[in-house]
């Protein structure tokens, strides 16, 4: 009887622990179903907002590469952000911002001013400084790569008086010189003729180019073009270590508040045909005074001098 008992317990409790293993198994599959079947919950969408692609000075005349797209979470999109697949980054070319750019901070109409826009030409001026313009053709306009943001030298080709050949001891009929010299350095360029934007790769034949300059630089420019003929050397965007400024007593002025060593040709020098000009080392003998003395005589060019009593 004992062993009949134990016999049906065991039983039973073998088929209780398979029935609760085949329960528990069926409950399993039962979750996982309705997980699978669940739909999966998406992140919401982020978009894109035009973004300054680094650090932008106020007055800088913006180029596609200034600028960049970035994810920007949806909650804090201002209605003036500029999103991706409204405009582009080429579409702001040319434009100016009107204060001083952080980068990563979002771009807006409110902050850069369009080209043609009242106030554009102000808004591009660097405080203190003056806006000028000059004439150019296709050859010194550079045959028309010359466009808003590159920086040029300016130089000026004039006349200038001589005396026949200095080796000739300044005798002969005069001989006008040409020369030219670079009177104004590291100079931006914030205009084209009438259009202050430039599109990449366009080239203009411009009559005019609208520079920045200070006060002093505008009348040394006012001046020059009426000397002779201006032209503009356009300048590599990198600043060369031997164009500091250096220390000499012939300077002329750059666009940084620095002098730089002066620097002109003659036409002598191109051609070793003319006769080479006067400098300020030589001088010309036409104001000889000759002083007699009995029977001889003698030089002075210091000037008229009374004659020598008994002459």
Do not use: C
Not at 300 to 310: K, V
Request: glycine content about 10%; aromatic content about 4%; proline content about 8%.
């Amino acid at each position: 009887m004992r062993a009949r008992t134990l016999t049906l317990l065991l039983v039973a409790l073998l088929l209780a622990g398979g029935t609760a293993l085949l329960a528990r198994a069926w409950l399993n599959a039962q979750q996982q179903a309705t997980a699978e079947a669940a739909p999966v919950a998406l992140p919401p969408p982020v978009k894109s907002v035009l973004v300054a692609n680094g650090p932008i000075q106020r007055g800088q005349i913006l180029k596609p590469a200034d600028l960049a797209w970035q994810p920007w979470p949806e909650g804090g999109i201002d209605k003036s952000y500029i999103l991706l697949g409204t405009r582009t980054p080429e579409s702001l070319a040319g434009a100016v911002a009107r204060n001083p750019l952080a980068s990563g901070e979002p771009v807006t109409d409110e902050k850069v001013v369009a080209p043609g826009s009242r106030g554009f030409l102000a808004a591009v001026l660097q405080p203190g400084m003056r806006a000028v313009s000059v004439p150019v053709t296709a050859t010194s306009g550079i045959s028309g790569f010359v466009f808003p943001g590159d920086r040029v030298d300016i130089l000026i080709t004039h006349s200038i008086p001589s005396f026949g050949d200095t080796a000739a001891g300044g005798k002969g009929n005069p001989f006008e010189h040409k020369a030219v010299q670079t009177v104004l350095r590291d100079i931006r360029v914030i205009g084209i003729d009438q259009r202050l934007e430039g599109k990449t790769g366009e080239a203009l034949i411009a009559h005019t180019a609208t520079l920045e300059v200070t006060s002093k630089q505008s009348e040394i420019i006012a001046l020059a073009s009426e000397m002779g003929k201006l032209s503009l050397s356009l300048r590599s965007l990198a600043y060369h270590e031997s164009e500091k400024p250096i220390a000499d007593q012939t300077m002329s002025p750059d666009s940084r508040g620095g002098d730089m060593e002066a620097s002109f040709t003659l036409d002598s020098e191109v051609s070793p045909l003319l006769p080479k000009p006067l400098t300020g080392k030589e001088t010309p003998q036409t104001g000889l005074v000759t002083i007699l003395r009995g029977g001889g005589k003698a030089g002075d060019s210091s000037g008229p001098q009374p004659a020598p009593r008994g002459s």
